[in-house]
């Protein structure tokens, strides 16, 4: 049936998901997330004591998160019954945000296989309307919820607002797409200042998400300054920058598994670096239950994707489970 499931996903994502354009075929793919209930069937929910992990201090059961996209509470309350261990919302800024306007995806396809380059621009709510939103939303898992912001001030203000409603508190300093967020990694001494005020805004526990493109920064300054603050778990990472012509801001975050190695190599270098004193999520370009084996054994607290959610659909998690559980027997 797992495979069955696979095999047909793949037909859909060849045939007709990747054939259609990318402004046809995202608001298809979000269509059917809403509307079909796959969350009911049994493939997806492989319950096991053994892959349980905690995180923060929080339980998941089981060490996947579905990454940092998606704000609709239907599509993320519908991702929680799809064997995921915990979701993440998209990040979330002080006031709404239309995003970039199109074409702010295009499909790219590399040598390591199909990833992403997204110029999305933070479309969100805004903080009020989210909140309103997140009140209506069970967690069936538990819920990330992931902040943006231009100064410290912002995110306090989206941090203090936001916190009642997840288990976990993302901070996003490392979207390509805005260059002011962008631009945090080369202010580390005003990052720290951030970081010490979100952690003074929340007693829910606090992850960084950093940038693949600022390595150094990131183990000399960005994460040592988060230890220092009191936060200590880190996401590695966002999507990379890259030029892209066919999006409306030529550039864009490339996304998918062309990160995987920088991926894998930074799970490595921060595990060693920093020992326990460091939770790690591996995310970029994990799309098969080989990688998340590969950065789980490098010393990742739990992984996470979301390119791989597109390509190989809703029931790559249920592989990587099961590959979890093989290798654990
Ligand atoms: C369309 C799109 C929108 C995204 N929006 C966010 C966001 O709001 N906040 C964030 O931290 N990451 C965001 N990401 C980055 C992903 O969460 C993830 O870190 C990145 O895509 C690398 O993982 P992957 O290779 O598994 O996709 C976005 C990615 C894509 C493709």
């Not at 606090?206 to 150094?216: A, E, F, G």
């Not at 062309?258 to 970029?284: K, P, S």
Request: with cysteine; hydrophobic share 40%; charged share 20%.
């Amino acid at each position: 049936m797992v495979r069955a499931a696979d095999l047909l996903y793949r037909a859909l994502y060849r045939g007709l998901l990747s054939r259609l354009p990318e402004r046809a075929a995202v608001p298809l793919g979000q269509w059917g997330l809403r509307r079909l209930p796959l969350d009911r069937l049994p493939i997806f929910r492989p319950e096991d004591p053994r892959l349980e992990v905690t995180l923060g201090g929080v339980r998941l059961p089981n060490p996947l998160i579905l990454s940092s996209m998606y704000y609709d509470t239907a599509i993320l309350h519908r991702a929680m019954g799809l064997g995921f261990g915990a979701v993440t919302t998209k990040s979330i800024t002080p006031g709404p945000r239309p995003g970039h306007p199109h074409p702010n995806l295009v499909r790219i396809e590399t040598t390591h296989g199909p990833g992403l380059v997204n110029c999305n621009g933070f479309s969100n709510p805004g903080l009020e309307a989210y909140r309103r939103a997140l009140a209506g939303l069970p967690h069936r898992v538990p819920l990330i919820v992931s902040a943006a912001g231009e100064s410290a001030e912002e995110y306090v203000h989206v941090v203090s607002g936001l916190e009642e409603f997840g288990d976990l508190v993302e901070i996003n300093i490392s979207s390509p797409n805005t260059r002011l967020v962008y631009e945090w990694s080369s202010r580390p001494a005003e990052l720290k200042r951030v970081f010490e005020a979100a952690r003074k805004a929340t007693a829910k526990p606090l992850i960084v998400k950093v940038s693949p493109d600022y390595r150094q920064a990131n183990e000399e300054t960005i994460i040592p300054a988060a230890l220092e603050a009191g936060i200590g778990i880190v996401n590695c990472g966002n999507t990379r920058r890259v030029e892209e012509p066919r999006l409306s801001q030529r550039a864009g975050g490339l996304s998918g598994p062309a990160l995987f190695a920088a991926t894998l190599e930074n799970v490595r270098r921060l595990r060693q670096r920093f020992d326990n004193r460091l939770e790690i999520i591996a995310t970029g370009g994990i799309d098969s239950p080989d990688k998340a084996l590969q950065a789980l054994s490098a010393g990742a607290r739990a992984c996470s994707y979301f390119t791989g959610f597109i390509t190989r659909g809703p029931i790559l998690a249920r592989l990587i489970l099961d590959a979890l559980l093989a290798a654990r027997k």
